[in-house]
């Protein structure tokens, strides 16, 4: 029998763990349930993650055409990226982008006194300020530093 097994085998006491020993086991332990965990979990994490990016890009992408269009409300890609402010501004993080939707939508259709033209200018500067404040509210969530002047 080898030297270093003598100690050990020829040893009929059993008594408490050394601590030392104790610490290195659950050391051991712990790592093993870690790579478990971490071996089927990252997978999915890593979709997750892919799926966030993808998100975030087609928020930038509304966004960046709605600032591209800002001055062709009546274009095609503008009221696309309006129609899509729905779809990809999903979630609590994002109500403010969404109240400064419903306030630009609810401008849209109150154009009642087309034959006042004082009313028409007021409407049409109230309009410019709301999708301001919408192109400024998208902006902040997406981490884009513009101010309202800027817009």
Known sequence: MPLFLQDTVQSNEVGPIPLRDFIAGLALLISVVNSIVVFYRSPKYLKRLEREKE??????????????TRGAKLSYRHVEALNSIDLEFL?????????????????????EHEHDSSFVLTWAERNNSLLATLLHEMGKVLNYKHSLVDI
């Not at 993080?93 to 400064?100: G, Q, S, W």
């Open 91 to 111: 979630g609590d993080e994002y109500a403010n982008v969404i109240t400064a939707r419903d306030n630009y939508y609810d401008n849209l259709s109150h154009l």
């Open 55 to 68: 998100a975030n890009s087609r928020r930038v992408n509304v966004f960046k055409t709605l600032m591209a």
